[in-house]
């Protein structure tokens, strides 16, 4: 059925009954099947989202990879609002369990949906509570957000002035290059600050010469990392 795709949608009932099978595999693949269905699975919307809450990581992650491709197909439609809120709600909350593919996946389908501004600073402290004490999960979330740049970029110029963050916001912007330009002034904030740990300060140099916008406050910023004492900034100047 997923690889028939909207063909399939006159089986939406049968497959919202498969996804209460007893075998996760069964409800995995229902998840999977519906969410193929895009815009013309919304009415299972309620049903997918109550699978999120599952122990079941597989399970979850196709839930989340469903709602995912729901909210891209119906590209922010104002159907069924309270159904879309209590999925955003629901994303939320799987989002802060430990599992590095579910954290993935999840933030992928939350970049896709409209968030209300309260579920937006739920997600960007969830985020910060992520980069200060679950490494684990920073490089595939990183990974999300270096392909969503539109959708990161609001995020990181906030995470950029948290110190926890600003280390792999960095990072990020070296992936995204000149994506990343309007990062710019606060690098070279970061790339000059003898306040600010070393490997930061590095990371913000490489990530100044990855955007490649050669601004005064570029040239002056790498200038004057270039005469600086702390020879790792010299060097990588």
Known sequence: ???????????????????EDKSSLVRSHALRAT???????????????HKLAEKNADVAIQAAVAIQSIAADTKHSQRNPEAWKTANE????AFRRPDPRLKKVVLNALLECNLSQSQEAALQESLKNTFESDPECVLPILSILAEKPESALPLL??????PAARYWVAVLAVEMAQTAEPLLEELCEIATSTNTPT????????AISAIGKATEESINALKSCAA?????????A
């Open 90 to 93: 629901a994303l939320l909350e």
């Open 199 to 206: 490997l930061e300060r590095f990371q913000a140099v490489l």
């Open 157 to 162: 110029s906030k995470f950029i002035h948290e």
């Open 228 to 236: 600086a004492t702390n020879k790792h900034i010299r060097a990588v």
């Open 1 to 19: 059925l997923s690889k028939q795709g909207k063909k399939s949608v006159t089986a939406l009932e049968e497959l919202q009954i498969a996804m």
């Open 35 to 49: 969410g193929k269905l895009g815009n013309d699975a919304i009415s299972a919307l309620s049903s997918i989202t």
